[in-house]
């Protein structure tokens, strides 16, 4: 038998060179248990710092899904912003409605020339102001030509709030809203017209953010209704925010005015823009105010 101690034995085995092969005996193993660690304490600082990253995390997400919301009726804010900042404003084509028309040639003692050269530059420019078929709300300065679409009544005579919801809602969709139970231009009273300032963008209307810029319009601006193929033109004498629950911006008035109605912040419901105006010109006679300033 070979000899063996403690640690190696010997097997004589002989390799092709003639050389003993020894080999380590094998010591069992011995499976540590797995123990689990102790949690270290945190610190009341480093739980703070934690708590903090995930409110500003939650707080960034929340406004890039706002935004995202509303990507179009910002897209606007951020472009008009961008083009007064660089001094790249244009004036809208829309103007051309609220300027004063040229004055119109007077066709008395006109003399006719038998030169057809001449009498070609003897015809006086004609002053033509084409109505559009539906009725509209042009507002110049932020470039908006808009339809306004009526709704029934019957809603609001009945006080059912939701149906009458629902049905502005749906109307808004083909443009601005006429406030049931509010004036029409040409009568006594306030008009009240209201318009989306931002909407889901999965809305099938395509006048969701049309009043997204309206918080641009200033005092003196012109806004131009046309109705029942007439021509009114009203000028912006107060614009204010409000909460929704100041109904006194639709109550009728003893004078004539214009009140232009949107949501405000963009994107919210939290308060209301309102613009008001006065009537001054109809059908291109100008008319006295009777509003009480």
Known sequence: MPEKDDKFFKI???SPKGEEVHHKKEEPKHETPNIPKPKEKRSAVEVLRDGGRQIVASFVILVIGFLLLNSSAYYQIAKSKFAKFTGTETESPLVELVEEAPAKTSTENLQSSSDPSVQKKQIPDLDLDIAPSDNRI???RIDQNIPIVRISSDSLIRRDWK????EMQDALKDGVVHY???SLPGETGNI???GHSSYFPWDAGRFKD???LLVDVVEGDKVVVYHEQDKYIYEV???KIVLPEDIEVLKQTPEDKLTLITCWPVGT???RLIVTAKPIEVNGVDIESKIIR
Not at 163 to 166: G, M, P, T
């Open 12 to 14: 004589h085995v002989h």
């Open 138 to 140: 042009v507002v110049p």
């Open 163 to 166: 149906a009458l919801e629902n």
């Open 180 to 182: 049931p139970g509010t």
């Open 192 to 194: 009240v017209i209201t």
């Open 210 to 212: 049309v009043f997204a």
């Open 237 to 239: 004498y107060d614009i």
């Open 269 to 271: 419901n939290l308060k």
